[in-house]
């Protein structure tokens, strides 16, 4: 069975830090791309960061450019978000997606995404 499993979720004051895991199993991961989508209350859920199949080259929204980190390690089946200067407005529920294509250069394609996590809990304090 498919699955991705998030981690690292958890509260944190604004100016603060978190890294987000994403463990992979049922099926090989590290040929495709990865992402993180994030859904706040009363929004869309929206691709934050995106990294190709080999880590390569990475895709971030503008609202976290330069704030988040997202990297992999293909021997491990694992993704991360590395999230710096966070902000209440980064308050969300965060999912780790995969995406379908193998070798594909669709990492920045919110649709290429059909895999997801069930999502874990992220809430930046004023």
């Known amino acids: 069975q498919v699955q991705l499993v998030e981690s690292g979720g958890g509260l944190v004051q604004a100016g603060g830090s978190l890294r987000l895991s994403c463990a992979a199993s049922g099926r090989t991961f590290s040929n495709v791309a990865m992402g993180w989508f994030r859904q706040a209350p009363g929004k869309e859920r929206e691709l934050q960061a995106g990294i190709s199949w080999s880590g390569g080259r990475t895709y971030y929204a503008d609202s976290v450019k330069g704030r988040f980190i997202i990297s992999r390690d293909n021997s491990k089946n694992m993704v991360y978000l590395q999230m710096n200067s966070l902000k209440p407005e980064d308050t969300a529920v965060y999912y780790c997606?995969?995406?379908?294509?193998?070798?594909?250069?669709?990492?920045?394609?919110?649709?290429?995404?059909?895999?997801w996590g069930q999502g874990t809990q992220v809430t930046v304090s004023s």
């Open positions: 997606a995969a995406g379908l294509r193998p070798f594909s250069n669709d990492y920045a394609i919110p649709q290429s995404y059909i895999y």
